[in-house]
């Protein structure tokens, strides 16, 4: 897990993976594989959480910027 979007990208390139995300819900950064769905087990069920997922190859200002934009085009998401 990491704390902002920079990091999430450094996770990506160390690990492999290709997608980088902000899960809403955690208020957590990560780096995950295309199509990966992020969420919690509880009482043996999976709830899936709000993530904004996006391309690793993407800049860290590049991310904030379509997340803000998406966000603000999606209010109460």
Request: net charge negative; proline share 3%.
């Amino acid at each position: 897990m990491a704390g902002s979007w920079n990091e999430a990208r450094e996770c990506a390139v160390r690990e492999g993976l290709s997608h980088v995300y902000h899960d809403c819900d955690d208020k957590v950064y990560g780096a995950c594989r295309q199509g990966e769905l992020q969420g919690i087990f509880k009482g043996g069920v999976f709830i899936e959480h709000r993530c904004i997922c996006m391309p690793a190859h993407l800049t860290a200002e590049e991310l904030a910027a379509k997340e803000r934009k998406f966000l603000e085009e999606n209010p109460g998401w």
